[in-house]
């Protein structure tokens, strides 16, 4: 059974770039049928899709956030990362990792990891 | 790109059937058969519901369906059920090749 799971630092400091890696497991991250990619929450607010990628690298971002998202993937450790730079209080969310099937931002969902971005 | 429009709030009693809207432009839902619809309790991981519209992934009760007319899509949750008491949220791929989120509805179940 594919499983996703989030990890990366809980606390980021103001102007500086948050890292987050998503592990696979229990299957294949190289696949022609989904992509890979970050759906973040900031807290008692709703669902904001990031970016994503396929297994190949090509990258599809939000263009609310696309000057500061760097998505990636790392085929031979099965996981793809997320870079935000220059955060702000409004990066503070929970960061989801998601797998991505043809027409839907994600099937499969890693259990959140939450960042919150201090001054 | 602008997230898709959702009522608040929507509530019924048990047994009832409610229905849920989810309102974009010809760029998203009306020009695209990939609107999905997640489900998502207090603290808990968003659940996908409904994929291309109308379809149930394996494991979801046959109690929800989903439907779109134009720019506007819909879920339906018949027999409501207290368990059925949570967030809704409607995406839709879009022609900028990304996705986008409604602002979500709260299923009150009275």
Known sequence: ?119 | QSALTQPASVSGSPGQSITISCTGTSSDVGGYNSVCWYQQHPGKVPKLMIYEVSNRPSGVSNRFSGSKSGNTASLTISGLQAEDEADYYCSSFTSSITYVFGTGTKVTVL
């Open chain 1, 1 to 119: 059974q594919l499983q996703l799971q989030e990890s990366g630092p809980g606390l980021v400091k103001s102007s500086e770039t948050l890292s987050l890696t998503c592990s696979v497991s229990g299957g294949s991250l190289i696949s022609s049928s989904h992509n890979w990619g970050w759906i973040r929450q900031p807290p008692g607010e709703g669902l904001e899709w990031i970016g994503s990628i396929s297994y190949s690298g090509s990258t599809y971002y939000n263009p609310s956030l696309k000057s500061r998202l760097t998505i990636s993937v790392d085929t031979s450790n099965s996981r793809f990362s997320l870079k935000v730079s220059s955060v702000t209080a409004a990066d503070t969310a929970i960061y989801y990792c998601t797998r991505l099937p043809n027409g839907s931002p994600g099937d499969v969902w890693g259990q959140g990891t939450t960042v919150t971005v201090s001054s």
